[in-house]
């Protein structure tokens, strides 16, 4: 059964940090490429990062120079360190999986998804 358990999320004010982590279980995590994506209230969700099996990292533009993505495939965990944040970045928070190569920034590439975790940014 495969399960991807978001957490790390609450309320932080602007220009401050949070770390999320999503712990994978169920299938084989080292081959898979991890992502975050979010959805903001009223908005479509939107790519945010992707970390490929290979290391390979690529980011949204909106988030470049202020999150980083990482993965421990010895605990199956992928986390996203968010620093300067901005109330825009209140969203929920969502890490997915996805079998495929390459940089994928496309949400219907990814096959499995966690339920998600509230980021709210205070001004």
């Known amino acids: 059964q495969v399960q991807l358990v978001e957490s790390g999320g609450g309320l932080v004010q602007a220009g401050g940090p949070l770390r999320l982590s999503c712990a994978a279980s169920?299938?084989?995590?080292?081959?898979?490429?991890m992502a975050w994506f979010r959805q903001a209230p009223g908005k479509e969700r939107e790519f945010v990062a992707v970390?490929?099996?290979?290391?390979?990292?690529y980011y949204a533009d909106f988030v470049k120079g202020r999150f980083t993505i990482s993965r421990d495939n010895f605990e199956n965990t992928v986390f996203l360190q968010m620093n300067s944040l901005k109330p825009e970045d209140t969203a929920i928070y969502y890490c997915?999986?996805?079998?495929?190569?390459?940089?994928?920034?496309?949400?219907?590439?990814?096959?499995?998804w966690g339920q998600g975790t509230q980021v709210t940014v205070s001004s």
């Open positions: 169920g299938f084989t995590f080292s081959s898979f490429a």
């Open positions: 997915a999986a996805s079998p495929r190569g390459g940089v994928l920034r496309n949400e219907m590439l990814y096959d499995y």
């Open positions: 970390i490929t099996n290979g290391g390979i990292k």
